[in-house]
C-alpha cells in the first residue's frame, strides 16, 4: 500500500465543508482534480466520476466510486479501481478547528500497479491532491464570507 495524504485548514465549519464535499453536482464549479460526479451521497451508493489527471493537459479518465463512509460533517470516503491491478480508497475526514475545519484528505493505493510505478510516481500526484485542497478552501470561503 502507498499513502498519498494532505492535511489543511478550512475558514469554514465541518457542516458547511461536508455540504460541499457531498454535492457532487457543483464539483465542476470549484474541483480541479475531480471536476464531474454523478450520484448520491450516501453508503454504498455508487457515483460517476471523471478525474483530471495530474499533468495530464487535460486528459480526463473516468471511473466509478463506491461510498463506503458518509458521516456527515467527519467523514465522506469512498473505493474504486481494480482490485489486486490498482485500487484507491480516496477519503475526506473532518474535525472541528477553531471557528473552522481541519481536513485530512488523502487516499491509500493498493494493487500491482503501485508496485509498478512506485511512491515516487503517486507522490507526484500530490500536487493534485493539495489544488482541490486550495479549491474547496476557497469556495468555502466564498460560502461564510458575508458579501
Known amino acids: ?7 489543511g485548514h478550512l475558514d469554514a465549519p ?12 457543483q464539483y465542476p464549479a470549484w474541483n480541479p482534480l475531480l471536476p ?33 463512509r458518509c458521516e456527515p ?9 481494480v482490485p489486486g491491478v490498482l485500487h484507491g480508497h480516496h477519503y ?21 500497479l503501485t508496485v509498478l510505478f512506485g511512491r515516487k510516481r503517486i507522490e507526484g500526484m500530490r500536487r493534485g491532491y493539495e489544488g482541490l485542497n486550495r479549491a474547496l478552501a476557497e469556495h468555502v470561503r466564498t460560502l461564510v464570507t458575508p458579501s
Open 1 to 7: 500500500m502507498i499513502r498519498l495524504e494532505t492535511e
Open 14 to 25: 465541518p457542516a458547511t465543508v461536508w455540504q460541499v464535499l457531498t454535492d457532487f453536482a
Open 92 to 112: 475526506f475526514r473532518l474535525s472541528p478547528e477553531g471557528a473552522g475545519t481541519r481536513l485530512v484528505h488523502g487516499e491509500d493505493f493498493t494493487g500491482l
Open 73 to 81: 460533517g467527519q467523514a465522506l470516503e469512498w473505493t474504486g479501481g
Open 36 to 68: 464531474e460526479a454523478r450520484g448520491e451521497a450516501k453508503p454504498g451508493a455508487r457515483v460517476a466520476m471523471k478525474a483530471s489527471a495530474p499533468g495530464g493537459a487535460g486528459k480526463r479518465f473516468g471511473f466509478t466510486a463506491t461510498l463506503v
